[in-house]
């Protein structure tokens, strides 16, 4: 990770190359506990990994992951939510899901398994040499909703 000139001073955080990041993947960015999720279309959301009940919490941090590919799970959970995904990750089987208390998001960060809140989203964008610029604070509170808005 680099950061955007002084980073201090903007807050920005510079990383890869856009194209570094393929469509419809996610990648964790440990340093800055957010996760790149880069649409199909092209789009890139940068998600909070720590959800508001244990942003919350102050005395449990648990944060939310990705399930792997592996669990046997997984497939059970994606027929179980699919008609709550957001239009973005429809047919995506990448869900993230936090432990404590069972949260179950889509891969935009959309919480599927209740009506409770989304993870929160940073503000993403691509600068003019191609690199994925992203403002972690202040966060943007992710309302409840299954579509994104438009790019």
Known sequence: VVYWESGADTGQVRLEQAEAYGRGTVQYVGQHNLYIARLLDGRFLALDDLDAANRANPARRCRVAPIPSADPNLPSLVARYAARMSDSARGSTLLFREDCNGAI????????????????????????AGYLVVQPAPMHQARRHRHLPPA
């Open 105 to 128: 998001y889509d891969f935009t960060g959309v919480r599927i398994d209740t009506d409770g809140p989304n993870l929160d989203r940073y503000p993403a964008t691509v600068d003019t």
